[in-house]
């Protein structure tokens, strides 16, 4: 099987390295500590071999190059983010697959929090790499796309199989957790969800990974859709228009 190796970099982020023991190949999924990836590879005894990008911002790929330099890794960006990503060698969008060694990973359009924002779905191996598009309980800030893309793009993620792990780019369910009790009251898995997310932080352990069936159940963001939050934050039965409202009171909550 694949093996993830998880570590904190900067003063948020998580860095994923993705590692195939057949073919020894190694992926950094973002690079947003090119020190910290190296020395976790290392560690580990693992070649890094491939980096595969989310989105343009710096805390996601400002670490290509010094990875590149030291380990002549090849770089996959997303086609929509390439005017704002240097030394990528290959671009990729909606449907393109990406491989370690022979393991697929098919690639999603999650465009909102940047304009070609992408995910990186191993379906055999049950993960979704999503950067900043989805957090547990949470979403990207929309900083370049529209609601309307947006939500197109949540919907794409609500769409994978349910015992998808999640492996989101940050450390800020805590956050989101405030907001979503405040968004979403009234549901019971989510205060279930709360008293777990206590318990793991107490322990210094991380919320992520996040199983996508208990997001689709507690997620406010992914719950746009549902008649209950469309009744409470004024959808009227349009999901788009509750997604937009979602976002618009979490930027100022």
């Not at 998808?164 to 898995?189: G, K, Q």
């Not at 208990?214 to 409470?232: G, I, S, Y």
């Given at each position: 099987m694949l093996e993830v190796h998880q570590f904190p970099c900067l003063s948020d982020n998580y860095g994923y390295l993705l590692h195939d023991p057949d073919s020894e190949e190694t992926v950094c999924i973002d690079t947003p500590d090119a020190n910290e990836y190296l020395r976790q590879a290392g560690r580990k005894g693992w070649q890094i071999t491939q980096i595969w990008n989310t989105h343009w911002h710096p805390d996601h790929a400002g670490g290509n190059e010094a990875i590149k330099a030291v380990t002549g890794c090849q770089i996959t960006a997303p086609a929509g983010d390439a005017e704002k990503i240097e030394g990528a060698d290959r671009l990729v969008e909606q449907g393109d697959i990406v491989a370690i060694g022979d393991w697929q990973a098919g690639v999603i359009d999650v465009g909102g929090h940047t304009l070609g924002h992408i995910a990186y779905h191993v379906?055999?191996?049950?993960?979704?790499?999503?950067?900043?598009?989805?957090?547990?309980?949470?979403?990207?800030?929309?900083?370049?796309?529209?609601?309307?893309?947006?939500?197109?793009?949540?919907?794409?993620?609500?769409?994978?199989?349910?015992?998808?792990?999640?492996?989101?780019?940050?450390?800020?369910?805590?956050?989101?957790?405030?907001?979503?009790?405040?968004?979403?009251?009234?549901?019971?898995?989510?205060?279930?969800?709360?008293?777990?997310?206590?318990?793991?932080?107490?322990?210094?352990?991380?919320?992520?990974?996040?199983?996508?069936?208990?997001?689709?159940?507690?997620?406010?963001?992914?719950?746009?859709?549902?008649?209950?939050?469309?009744?409470?934050?004024?959808?009227?039965?349009?999901?788009?228009?509750?997604?937009?409202?979602?976002?618009?009171?979490?930027?100022?909550?």
């Open positions: 379906a055999g191996a049950t993960m979704a790499f999503v950067g900043d598009s989805l957090f547990a309980l949470g979403c990207g800030r929309m900083f370049e796309g529209t609601a309307p893309q947006f939500w197109d793009s949540l919907k794409r993620l609500k769409a994978l199989p349910p015992e998808t792990m999640i492996y989101c780019a940050h450390e800020y369910t805590e956050a989101n957790l405030r907001f979503a009790l405040h968004a979403d009251p009234d549901n019971a898995e989510l205060a279930a969800y709360a008293k777990d997310i206590a318990r793991w932080r107490e322990a210094g352990l991380p919320t992520v990974p996040a199983k996508l069936g208990r997001e689709l159940k507690t997620n406010p963001f992914l719950r746009a859709d549902d008649p209950d939050m469309e009744a409470r934050w004024g959808g009227g039965g349009d999901a788009v228009a509750t997604f937009a409202a979602l976002r618009a009171a979490k930027d100022n909550f």
